[in-house]
């Protein structure tokens, strides 16, 4: 059995980072739920992440200017 290595870093950061999250999944047009989505397809977890990596850099080349 695999140990869940997705760890925040900083614990305060949690309720941030699932608000993130949600708001990803609403851009893309994902039903995700508090707590277990196991019911996703991997096309629809894939997308989350993605639009989360893609606001992290546009964030982080805002940030740049």
Known sequence: MSSNN????VPQAKQ???QFKMQAAS?????????YN?????R????????MVKKMIE???????
Request: glycine fraction near 20%; charge should be negative; avoid cysteine.
């Open 59 to 65: 964030a982080y080349e805002q940030g740049l200017q």
């Open 16 to 18: 941030a980072m699932e």
């Open 44 to 51: 629809e977890a894939g997308s989350v992440g993605g639009q």
């Open 38 to 42: 196991g019911n996703l397809t991997s």
């Open 6 to 9: 997705n760890r925040i870093n």
């Open 27 to 35: 851009e893309v047009g994902v039903n995700l739920q508090n707590g």
